[in-house]
């Protein structure tokens, strides 16, 4: 590989790692909890941004921070914020409020019925 084509591999590296954007805001769904206010969500919902913020400059620090794409950073951003909500008692779609985790090796439990298809 020449001088020339290595100086335009580094520079183009360079360029890409550039385009990854920093997550700003969630892309997934929280709901209040159960006898919250308004105000009381809002106010979770603003320390769990600034936690998951956190917690994504942790995770993508360093030389590590130019490897991660941004759809992969905004997917951790995403879980830690569902993950502060949840704790602090708001509503996740998709999860049963106090449902406990299954069991290792328990069977999965029961989906829809398989579909029919016409023959």
């Given at each position: 590989?020449?001088?020339?084509?290595?100086?335009?591999?580094?520079?183009?590296?360079?360029?890409l790692s550039?385009c990854t954007?920093?997550?700003v805001a969630?892309?997934?769904?929280?709901?209040?909890?159960?006898?919250?206010?308004?105000?009381?969500?809002?106010?979770?919902?603003?320390?769990?941004?600034?936690?998951?913020?956190?917690?994504?400059?942790?995770?993508?620090?360093?030389?590590?921070?130019?490897?991660?794409?941004?759809?992969?950073?905004?997917?951790?951003?995403?879980?830690?914020?569902?993950?502060?909500?949840?704790?602090?008692?708001?509503?996740?779609?998709?999860?049963?409020?106090?449902?406990?985790?299954?069991?290792?090796?328990?069977?999965?439990?029961?989906?829809?019925?398989?579909?029919?298809?016409?023959?």
């Amino acid at each position: 590989m020449g001088t020339a084509s290595r100086v335009v591999l580094l520079v183009t590296v360079s360029l890409l790692s550039g385009c990854t954007t920093i997550p700003v805001a969630p892309s997934v769904m929280a709901l209040p909890g159960p006898a919250k206010t308004l105000e009381q969500f809002h106010a979770d919902d603003t320390i769990c941004r600034q936690w998951a913020a956190q917690q994504d400059q942790a995770t993508a620090s360093g030389a590590a921070a130019e490897s991660y794409g941004s759809g992969m950073r905004q997917r951790w951003y995403d879980m830690a914020y569902l993950q502060c909500m949840y704790a602090k008692g708001n509503q996740i779609p998709g999860v049963a409020p106090g449902a406990p985790p299954p069991a290792p090796g328990a069977p999965a439990p029961p989906g829809p019925p398989p579909t029919r298809q016409a023959p």
